[in-house]
């Protein structure tokens, strides 16, 4: 158990540029989730995939948000014409089918 | 959708005293409910889990949390703390089946020597 390995861990960007994340679950778990957490609050859920399916987006994840999970591994979320509110931890997690999540420690997004 | 609510944003305490931290949620319906703690500069890590069963849940540290299904709580505790306990506190919940926590705002425990 390697644990979920997110990467970057930081990113600076100026508002209007597109940035891109990356997470590598851990290798057996089907489930992968993207959280978004906010100083001083708790994580929000955004989106989740079964395999490569992806099964529920959160009314969070407008237009300018993409996640795709091509083979069932790792997933990327996409931020286009970021905008200085998208700043944020991005959390991604993994999981077994019924299990808890396994949390990898975030990107932080900086939007200047 | 459910909702959690974490009634303290911050508990301050003394070395070796005992302390809750509570935790509320929305629905009545069956559910699965979380405990996660996050150190500093670190990512969350599950702490206790209720699914089914016995409704206390115990950690391996010696956190310990009841489910109240009448009172839609799931509050955690422990009877005496230590420095390296001061972390970050998130419950979490999620309907029966569907398994997509939603997570209260935290409650930041400070455990002073």
């Known amino acids: 158990d390697t644990g979920v390995s997110q990467d970057p861990r930081h990113k600076i960007t100026k508002r209007g540029q597109n940035v891109t994340f990356r997470c590598d679950p851990i290798?057996?778990?089907?489930?992968l989730y993207w959280y978004r957490q906010t100083l001083g609050q708790g994580p929000e859920f955004l989106t989740y995939f079964q395999n490569e399916a992806q099964l529920e987006k959160s009314r969070l994840l407008s237009d300018r948000f993409s996640a795709e999970r091509p083979k069932g591994s790792f997933s990327t979320l996409e931020i286009q014409r970021t905008e200085q509110g998208d700043s944020a931890m991005y959390l991604c997690a993994s999981s077994l089918e019924n299990s808890p999540l396994h949390f990898g420690n975030g990107t932080r997004l900086t939007v200047t | 959708a459910q909702s959690v609510t974490q009634l303290d944003s911050q508990v301050p305490v003394f070395e070796e005293a005992p302390v809750e931290l509570r935790c509320n949620y929305s629905?009545?319906?069956?559910?699965?409910l979380f405990w996660y703690v996050q150190y500093p500069n670190q990512g969350l890590q599950l702490l206790l889990k209720y699914l089914s069963g016995s409704t206390l849940v115990e950690s391996i540290n010696g956190f310990e949390a009841e489910f109240n299904k009448s009172q839609t709580s799931f509050h955690l505790r422990k009877p005496s703390v230590h420095i390296s306990d001061t972390a970050e506190y998130f419950c979490?919940?999620?309907?029966?089946?569907?398994?997509?926590?939603?997570f209260g705002r935290g409650t930041s425990l400070i455990v002073h020597p």
């Open positions: 290798s057996e778990h089907n489930r």
């Open positions: 979490a919940v999620s309907d029966l089946g569907s398994y997509i926590p939603t």
């Open positions: 629905s009545s319906v069956s559910v699965y």
